[in-house]
Each structure stands twice: as C-alpha cells, then as structure tokens.
C-alpha cells in the first residue's frame, strides 16, 4: 500500500517568509494529491488539489508542485501571516480512499 | 464553512456505558467516513461507506460499529467503552457517485473529543 511521508520536524519562520513543505509517497503516482489544513481540535480544512498532468496549481498565496519523476509534491505557502500557523496534512487516493499523511506544523512568528 | 455536523462536541463518560456518536452531513453525499486522530498524530481511518446500506471498516482496527440507514446520517457505536477509546473523532463525507467527480474531496466536521474514565 502507499507510504506518504511528511517533513517530521515543526517549521517555524519569520513572517513575510515563504513555507515550503514535501510530501513524499511510495508507490504508483496517484491521479491526484490535495492539501488540507488542520487547526488543533478541528477537522481538516481542504486547499488544494492537484493532478497528476498538473505541474503547479495556485490559490491566493498558496502554490503547489506535482513531480510524479520524484514521487513527490511542495506546498509553499507565501509571504507567510501568524493565521497560517497549522498543520497542513497531504492526502493521496489509495485502494480507492484517501490516505493521509502525518502533517507538517507550521508557526509563523510576528 | 462545510455541512457536516457530528455531536456532541465532547463527552465524558465511564468505563462500560454504551455511547453513539452523531454525523449528519446535508450536501447529499454517497460517501462517508470516521477517522480516529490522537493530539498531534495521523488520522487514522476507521469505517467508511459509500452509500446506504454499504459500511466497510478501515485501515485501522476499532471496535466501534457503524450504520448507514440514510444518505445524510453516519453515526458510531461503542457498545462498551474502555479508556483506550480516548481520542477524537472525525466524521467526513465525499462526492456523489451521480455528479461524475472522482477527486474524492472529503469535508469535515468538528470532531468528537472522546474521554472515557
């Protein structure tokens, strides 16, 4: 079954910087990939999908890349605000349902 | 802001009791699905359906049961509960077979914090 890995260690920048996040995954390259964002206590909030013939897709200050060479996918959040502090968590479709990975947490200083 | 909606929000209960947690979600989704999340792990899928009377059980074992009476409606069961059910539960829902959507988009609602003493 698909391995989805994500950066393990918290990411903290300076605000006005860019995030970049990885999503690595093992198997076959999915359709598609989407991006969630996860406050605690809460249900993941969908952002972005992607798809497989889509090299980059934007939303607002949101950019995310497909490279289905190195079975992997960057979600870069730009000129970074303290609101985007959260954990964004990449999902890819596996026997037919999504999996998810263990997310990336991001705090962004004032 | 998505239209599923699980409740109670939080509960407390002891060892043994019998509790149900409720999802309702009104965008007329074929599929649904509960994942079980510990503070600052992965969300682990426990039961999923893809339309009334279609319940299959997940990734991760649990012994909580589900039914799926009506589209909108999705709700688990704990006959007995034990502190090991501890955690938060998240109900979500997905696409309608009918609309021709294959990217499986899933919205979710609040959670359930469960505590069980």
């Known amino acids: 079954s698909q391995k989805i890995e994500q950066n393990s260690e918290a990411l903290n920048i300076q605000e006005g910087k860019t995030a970049t996040l990885t999503c690595n995954y093992t198997?076959?390259?999915?359709?598609?990939l989407q991006w969630y964002r996860q406050d605690p206590g809460r249900g993941p909030v969908f952002l972005l999908l992607?798809?497989?013939?889509?090299k980059e897709k934007r939303k607002e200050r949101l950019k995310v890349t497909f490279d289905t060479t190195l079975k992997q996918s960057l979600f870069h959040i730009t000129a970074s605000q303290p609101a985007d502090s959260a954990t964004y968590l990449c999902?890819?479709?596996?026997?037919?349902?999504?999996?998810f990975g263990a997310g990336t947490t991001v705090t962004v200083r004032a | 802001e998505a239209d599923i909606y699980q409740t109670p929000r939080y509960l407390v209960i002891g060892t043994g009791k019998k509790i149900t947690l409720e999802c309702s979600q009104t965008?007329?989704?074929?599929?649904m699905y509960w994942y079980q999340q510990d503070p600052g792990m992965e969300l682990h899928l426990i039961h999923y359906?893809?339309?009334?009377?279609?319940?299959e059980k997940g990734d991760l074992s649990s012994e909580s049961t589900v039914s799926r009476i009506r589209t909108e409606h999705f709700p688990l069961t704990l006959e007995s509960a034990r502190p090991s059910h501890t955690s938060q539960y998240l109900c979500?829902?997905?696409?309608?077979?009918?609309?021709?959507?294959?990217?499986?988009?899933?919205?979710f609602g609040p959670g359930t914090r469960l505590t069980v003493l």
């Open positions: 965008m007329g989704h074929d599929k």
């Open positions: 359906s893809y339309g009334v009377n279609s319940t």
């Open positions: 198997n076959y390259s999915p359709a598609y």
């Open positions: 999902a890819l479709e596996t026997d037919y349902k999504l999996s």
């Open positions: 979500a829902s997905s696409g309608k077979w009918s609309s021709g959507t294959s990217t499986d988009t899933q919205y």
């Open positions: 992607i798809r497989e013939n889509e």
